[in-house]
Nanobody, 127 residues
Framework: QVTLAESGGGSVEAGGTLKLSCTISGLPRGDRCVGWFRQTPGKQREGVAAVTDNDGRTTYSESVKGRFTISRDKVKNTLDLQMVSLRPEDTGMYYC????????????????????WGRGTQVTVSS
């Protein structure tokens, strides 16, 4: 059974910094596309960043490009999201997710099917 556990969320002022971490366990061997998405009440779920296990390619949504950095440690089986210059519109619940073996991605998300995700960690940015 695959489990994902996010941590690192919190409340910061605009312009602040947070680093989210995700610990993954029970993942079968094989390269995947993995990433972070966020959910804000009243808005659609948005993929913000993704990375491929096989060659480390990354993709970001236009709303976070240049401010967020995704990183994957396959040895420790972790997935991090460094966030700087945070804005109030970044407020939301952030989830890490495992997608299929399809390595295609664009616009901050993997194109394959999302198979597993964690319970999320809340990020609140005040103006």
């Amino acid at each position: 059974q695959v489990t994902l556990a996010e941590s690192g969320g919190g409340s910061v002022e605009a312009g602040g910094t947070l680093k989210l971490s995700c610990t993954i366990s029970g993942l079968p061997r094989g390269d995947r596309c993995v990433g972070w998405f966020r959910q804000t009440p009243g808005k659609q779920r948005e993929g913000v960043a993704a990375v491929t296990d096989n060659d480390g390619r990354t993709t970001y949504s236009e709303s976070v490009k240049g401010r967020f950095t995704i990183s994957r440690d396959k040895v420790k089986n972790t997935l991090d999201l460094q966030m700087v210059s945070l804005r109030p519109e970044d407020t939301g619940m952030y989830y890490c997710a495992i997608y299929s073996y399809d390595m295609r991605m664009h616009g901050g998300t993997c194109e394959g099917v999302r198979s597993d995700w964690g319970r999320g960690t809340q990020v609140t940015v005040s103006s």
